[in-house]
């Protein structure tokens, strides 16, 4: 019986090792029946890897251009675009360098303040010029005032022959300013009689104009920023003793930070206008102007310069033409300055020689 007992214990303290050695069989079992993936497989499962990986850079490069579009937008609002100007002056800074006043004779001006406030000012001027080319009209004196408000400007003009001339200028808003000009002759000049009314508007990157006549005739503009330094517009103008209706297309670039100023236009009988003004330095500007007429297949150019002194100014031009033009204003006190050009037409053979002095 004893050795029975302890032949049954034995059996018993063997079984779990047997029990665990047949756990691991079956587990090794297992891993070994295991399915292994199957070449087809691996490759679809690369396949599905790399259109993740190019969709994952779709989405990334549309999220840059997203970012990219809402940064631009948010800089287009932050820096609005700016107003264009008037028509009229889209080419002012080429022809203040290129329009050399030159004239024949002596030419005294004397500019008197009567009113100096803060809110208006008074002056009259006397005008005198001696030379073989007078005035408008003949006249040799002329008296003018002008009168500054607040809002409004009144000049007159008034010569020995009896004929007025006037400017009235009103600024209703900020952005609306009206115009009216006339002349009154005597009775046996009235063929220089005139009225002109003119209305201009000033958006924040556009402008306006519109002109009538007392003949009827009506002159019509407009001018748009397209960006930061490109503006472009047109002009028309129609008139009504023909009812003929002319058409003017402009286009100008004008970089001030880099001094460089570009202005082109188109009349619709084919006229072409050209004309490029560079600021080499604060002193110095060049410009130039060329036009091209292809009915008669004529065309003009001009070059000129201005160069700025403290006290002086010296400008110079010359045209395909032959006409070299020459003028200097100095300076001389804060109450007087002196002039002096000159101009000659090779192809004429004619000359002006002239120099005025202004007081006031």
Known sequence: MES????????????????????????????????????????????????????????AAAERARRSRELRRTQLQATPLPNPGKMDDLTKENQDVLSVPTYDGVRVEYHKPVVNARDKSLTYSHLLWLGPAHLQGGSSYEFATQLNMTNCTLMAQLDTSGMLNGRYHHQWTPSLLSKVQFAVAPAAKRQFDMALVEMDYSG?????????????????????????TVSTGIECLFHPADYSLHSRYVGRFDNKSGGDNFCVSLLDQGTFNLSYTRRVSPRLTLA?????????????????????????????????????????????????????????????????????????
């Open 204 to 228: 924040s990157d556009y402008s306006a104009n519109l002109k009538c006549s007392h003949d009827g005739m009506v002159v019509g503009s407009y001018l748009q920023s397209l960006s930061s």
């Open 4 to 59: 029975l007992y302890d032949s049954v214990a034995s059996l018993f303290r063997t079984a779990p090792s047997i029990t665990a050695d047949a756990a691991v069989d079956r587990t090794d079992r297992v891993a070994v029946e295991k399915p292994r993936a199957s070449p087809e497989s691996a490759r679809q499962g690369k396949g599905n890897a790399d259109d993740l990986a190019e969709l994952a850079r779709q989405e």
């Open 288 to 360: 130039s102007d060329f036009k091209f007429d292809p009915n008669n297949r004529e065309s003009t150019a001009k070059v000129g310069y201005k160069w700025s002194l403290r006290q002086a100014q010296f400008r110079g031009a010359i045209d395909s033409n032959g006409v070299v033009s020459g003028a200097l204003d100095e300076t001389i006190s804060p109450m007087m300055r002196f002039s002096v050009n000159g101009e000659i037409d090779h192809f004429a053979n004619t000359y002006k020689f002239g120099f005025g002095v202004s007081v006031g």
